[in-house]
């Protein structure tokens, strides 16, 4: 009996790791991390007058219209009115920059336009001011599909990304793949492991208490896998969310969004 | 910068009862975390909310380190005139 | 539409339901400190449970937000009416949540907020009324921790 018993232990332990490389998800499969969260965490994004993140909009448009650098000029001084000028551009990013000649993510572009433009200082990556302008750009994405990738030039990066995601690393082995294209129908402990279509960056997150970048997420996930996690603006860092957005393509964007 | 997010229905006939929702950006530090090298972090928390109906308190809060980060209330009260709502947030650090 | 006769039957089984739940309240599973919170309060008055409604998600994502909603049965009138509602818990460092003081002037007595819990734990509202009553409800809630958590900073 017990030995029997064992045998079926040892045979559920192969089976869960034999698993492993299993495809892509299927384009009709995708989920938003939205209907991995429980109904009352949903509720609290659903509702704008509820959502925390809606905060972070709000300084977002105080800072819009700031003026700043030795340009003296505030974003809107060239964009106007983020609700008209900024509408769907979130949803092609990261984006292709000819001067760079590489793709560059939202949080860059508006520190790019800072140095450019403003002639100022760069915000601090996770700043309040920079998440902050990140949520009211892509506040005026919400329900836009994501078009990011499509670029040909981004091919490439995109390939470098897709073999990001793919690639085993860190003290645990795990791919991103292991767990967002194998597993995202199971648990770890409590948490739901989710598809990882990054749909509503930046985001609000409860386990953060405040806002934070697809960047903060993904350097979240690689400390999680005991992995060295890449910096801001190492190539591989917006090689991996491009990759990410272009596989969420055609899903809507829902920013800024709250996730557990 | 302080940021507060309220929200009030703009038009109510008399007598409704209309819900309030107010969001306060503020990090809620409990005053129960430590450092690293284990220095206590100061309290820095809300501790008293308050809205006035021109100029009649209708409903007020005492927090305390249990509130989330960025406090959330929503309550109620009845439309009896047109007028103005008042909303005060105090705290640690002459916050308010 | 159910006949009239079968609604106030059905009424009268949840009112007498109601009567049933109007015990005095028990605490003894309570920590001290939530007692002596509670007590601070109460001055000594019997606290009963039922007219208070305590909703709380019985199965919490992450325990440093969330939601809960008090909303207590009243008229709300001058004559009767919720003076104010209490929230305590039983395993943060403190056990006071929230004081909350509404009046005729609210309409309805509820609020909700969202709030921290550092562990699995029961809940308990307490309301006062203007007749000077205290009545209450309690709510389960079970906390898991997130699975990946950023190191703190």
């Not at chain 1, 659903?46 to 105080?62: H, I, Q, R």
């Not at chain 1, 302008?133 to 490439?156: F, H, N, Y």
């Not at chain 1, 409590?190 to 953060?208: C, F, K, M, N, V």
């Not at chain 1, 960047?215 to 060295?228: F, H, W």
Request: with cysteine; proline share 6%; aromatic share 6%.
């Amino acid at each position: 009996m017990t030995m029997w018993r064992m045998i079926g232990v040892v045979g559920l332990v192969v089976a869960s790791i034999a698993r492993g490389d299993a495809a892509e998800i299927a384009p009709d499969q995708r989920r938003s991390g939205l209907s991995f969260m429980a109904p009352e965490t949903q509720a609290m994004q659903s509702d704008d007058t509820a959502n925390p993140a809606m905060l972070a909009v709000l300084d977002g448009e105080m800072l819009w219209k700031q003026k700043a650098g030795a340009a003296n000029r505030a974003c809107a001084d060239c964009h106007g009115d983020a609700t008209a000028s900024m509408h769907g551009v979130a949803a092609n990013y990261p984006a292709y920059d000819d001067l760079l000649a590489r793709p560059v993510d939202l949080e860059q572009r508006i520190n790019l336009c800072r140095v450019r433009h403003q002639q100022a200082s760069p915000l601090a990556d996770e700043s309040r001011e920079l998440n902050a302008l990140g949520a009211l750009v892509a506040r005026q994405s919400r329900g836009t599909p994501i078009e990011a990738g499509g670029d040909v030039r981004l091919a490439p990066f995109v390939a470098n990304g897709k073999g990001l995601f793919m690639r085993r690393q860190g003290q645990l082995n795990l791919a991103c793949a292991n767990c967002h294209d194998d597993n995202w129908d199971r648990r770890l402990a409590g948490s739901a492991i989710t598809q990882a279509h990054p749909t509503g960056y930046p985001i609000y997150r409860l386990e953060w208490q405040g806002m934070g970048s697809l960047k903060r997420r993904l350097r979240s996930c690689m400390l999680g896998t005991r992995a060295a996690p890449y910096q801001a603006d190492d190539p591989e860092m917006v090689e991996l969310e491009l990759y990410l957005m272009s596989r969420a393509r055609g899903m809507s964007i829902e920013a800024p969004a709250v996730r557990p | 910068m302080a940021s507060a997010l309220i929200n009030v229905p703009a038009t109510a006939k008399h007598g409704d009862i209309v819900e309030i929702k107010t969001l306060m950006s503020h990090i809620m530090e409990t005053g129960f975390r430590h450092t690293e090298t284990g220095a206590v972090v100061p309290r820095n928390i809300i501790t008293d909310f308050s809205c006035r109906y021109n100029g009649v308190e209708v409903f007020r809060a005492e927090l305390f380190p249990a509130f989330s980060a960025n406090p959330f209330l929503a309550f109620f009260t009845v439309a009896t005139e047109s007028g103005t709502l008042e909303f005060r947030w105090a705290g640690d650090n002459g916050f308010s | 539409m159910p006949e009239p006769h079968a609604t106030r039957r059905q009424f009268l089984v949840v009112a007498s339901a109601a009567a049933l739940l109007a015990v005095p309240w028990p605490t003894l599973a309570m920590p001290d400190a939530m007692k002596a919170a509670i007590r601070d309060v109460v001055k000594g008055a019997v606290v009963r449970v039922g007219k208070v409604k305590f909703d709380v998600p019985p199965l919490v994502e992450n325990g440093n937000t969330v939601p809960v909603t008090v909303s207590v049965t009243s008229p709300m009138t001058d004559a009767d009416h919720v003076v104010s509602i209490h929230i305590f818990n039983e395993k943060n460092p403190q056990p006071n949540v929230g004081n909350f003081y509404v009046g005729p002037r609210a309409g309805r007595g509820q609020v909700a907020t969202r709030i921290r819990l550092a562990d699995t734990q029961t809940l308990t509202a307490i309301a006062k009324l203007s007749d000077g009553s205290f009545w209450s409800a309690t709510a389960d809630v079970v906390v898991t921790l997130a699975a990946c958590t950023e190191e703190a900073s």
